[in-house]
Nanobody, 124 residues
Framework: VQLQASGGGLVQAGDSLKLSCAAS????????MGWFRQAPEKEREFVGS????????YYADSMKGRFTMSRDNAKNTVSLQMSGLKPEDTAVYYC??????????????????WGQGTQVTVSS
């Protein structure tokens, strides 16, 4: 599967932003999807993961209540709605897909396919 992330940009602290990830192929619903982010000089960080059907989502503690994942299997897309953005949310955001047998995954090593990333910059 090929992934294309979009929607990043420059926003102010407190603003909202929605990222989207479009997937190619006809088996999108068979993949667990995830979002990760990487700030300069930092390791890639788990943001959230969504099950194949979209009925359950799992988030990093620092994102709970501010970030919401969703997916549309008919349109082969997964989204990340971010609200209450903070300067520390500044990073390149990546969507990822895995064909693993689990329902969700936190570790980046568990994901097989990655999008190219989209930059989110939050100014104070």
């Amino acid at each position: 599967v090929q992934l294309q992330a979009s929607g990043g940009g420059l926003v102010q602290a407190g603003d909202s932003l929605k990222l989207s990830c479009a997937a190619s192929g006809r088996t999108f619903s068979s993949y667990v999807m995830g979002w990760f982010r990487q700030a300069p000089e930092k390791e890639r960080e788990f943001v959230g993961s969504i099950t194949r059907s979209g009925d359950a989502k799992y988030y990093a503690d620092s994102m709970k209540g501010r970030f919401t994942m969703s997916r549309d299997n008919a349109k082969n897309t997964v989204s990340l709605q971010m609200s209450g953005l903070k300067p520390e949310d500044t990073a390149v955001y990546y969507c990822a897909a895995t064909s693993g047998s689990g329902t969700w995954y936190r570790r980046s090593q568990s994901y097989d396919f990655w999008g190219q990333g989209t930059q989110v910059t939050v100014s104070s």
